[in-house]
Nanobody, 123 residues
Framework: QVQLVESGGGLVQAGGSLRLSCAFFGGTFRLFGMGWFRQAPGKEREFVSGLSRSGETTYYDDSVKGRFTISRDNAKDTVTLQMNSLKREDTAVYYC????????????????WGQGTQVTVSS
């Protein structure tokens, strides 16, 4: 059974940086497209970023382009989200997600989810 465990969330001032990590267990990591989503209070969950199984193709929501960078290490079964120039509107619970034979696109039907990690950006 695939399990995803996020870490790295916390409280940061606007303009600061955080690095989220997602550890993958229970499957062959390189066969899964990976994504990051977030959900702010009172809002629906939204796609943030994703990447292909090889890591060569990446996707970003317009709201984070140029500030966030997604990457994966297929040797360590981890995916990371480097978040720079954080804004208050980035405050949310961030979720790691995986799709078997997925491409990491926003439209993929991700079948596996982590428990989430809270990111709070203060002014």
């Amino acid at each position: 059974q695939v399990q995803l465990v996020e870490s790295g969330g916390g409280l940061v001032q606007a303009g600061g940086s955080l690095r989220l990590s997602c550890a993958f267990f229970g499957g062959t990591f390189r066969l899964f497209g990976m994504g990051w989503f977030r959900q702010a209070p009172g809002k629906e969950r939204e796609f943030v970023s994703g990447l292909s199984r090889s890591g060569e193709t990446t996707y970003y929501d317009d709201s984070v382009k140029g500030r966030f960078t997604i990457s994966r290490d297929n040797a360590k079964d981890t995916v990371t989200l480097q978040m720079n120039s954080l804004k208050r509107e980035d405050t949310a619970v961030y979720y790691c997600a995986a799709k078997f034979l997925g491409s990491g696109t926003p439209g993929d039907e991700y079948g596996y989810w982590g428990q989430g990690t809270q990111v709070t950006v203060s002014s």
